[in-house]
């Protein structure tokens, strides 16, 4: 029975809200195919058995009332009016949970909630992340100042209610911006991050790093994607806009050698720990914005047999996706979050010698209009063997 979302109106953040999830799937095939059958076969949607509550990281921003109550939650779409949220229907039922105490203890210890407007305030957000496999949860406090008043006993509180939290970080943001996190994170309590299982490798995860938001869909994505490279354990791969390394650890063990790269430096860190943590000896990472490192690879003659890119939603730059024409990979496999930036970035690749194999939807934002793709592209001269 399709269950009803007393906050959809409002948020605006699930489009596909009271429409049944097959149907939701059906749409999102259909939407694909009318972008990009031009340029491949869409294969059917990998959809989810239990399209609920699959978020691993929540977000929730605060705001004072004027009777003293903190209400916590999102912020209405295109304005930032907060919509007070209680319960999320594809969020972690137990971040939610952790989100409401922290609102009821930020009152109880007369923990000021920032204002936007004044700039007056210490308490601007809180995110949560956990470990589907593991059961570990970061909670992350988002603060205008490092001064958290009691912070200890607030933390102490906070871990009273929730036993299942195994790390507590303060993150400053002291700017005047729209981001959420700022660079410096205090570790209040436990390690600092947390850690997951993702195809057989484990990962460590910051509070500033890129890990996808469902688990269980992913597993299938980068299954997939690895599947489509048909490694034989003697190419060398590139990883491009790899983040803490999901990808190219996990294709590490069928290919001779994987050279991972990505802007964000607290995921690079996070990138090389995670090699040692699953003792994989035969990739490097490269803190750098992808489309310069693969402009200069290329410069230099450097070549690729495969070439994973899961870029942001604007899509690649074409000066990444000449150079890696340049460089020649037999293959090209490109997840995408974004259908409309990947229909203009195939275009690039089919007029510059590539082919599209095939596309394969993956439905990983369920009852939103967000959906993944995977699309193998080869070169169009490329010798056909056995596949």
Known sequence: MLEKCSYAKKCGGC???GIPYEKQL???ERNIKKLLKSYGKVHTIAGMENPYHYRNKVHAVLKHMRNGDVIS???EEGTHKVVPVE???????????VIQTIRKLAKSFKIKIYNEDSGYGTLRHVLVRTGRKTGEMLVVLVAASPVFPSKNNFVKALRKEHPS????????NDRNTNMVLGDRNIVLYGKGYIEDELCGCRFRISPNSFYQVNPQQTEYLYGKAIELAGLSGKERVIDA???IGTIGLIAASGAKEVIGVELNKDAV???VVNSKINGIRNVKFYQKDAGDFLVEMAAQGEKADVVFMDPPRAGSSEAFMSSVIQMGPEKVVYISCNPQTLARDLEYFTKNGYQAKGIWPVDLFPFTSHCEAITLLEKKNRKQGRR
């Open 87 to 97: 319960c999320c229907q594809i969020e972690d039922q137990e971040a939610d949970q």
């Open 165 to 172: 939290i195994t790390t507590v970080v303060l993150n400053v």
């Open 26 to 28: 059906q749409e999102k």
């Open 269 to 271: 860190r996070d990138a």
């Open 15 to 17: 489009r596909y809200q």
């Open 73 to 75: 939650g999102i912020y």
């Open 241 to 243: 806009y790899c983040g």
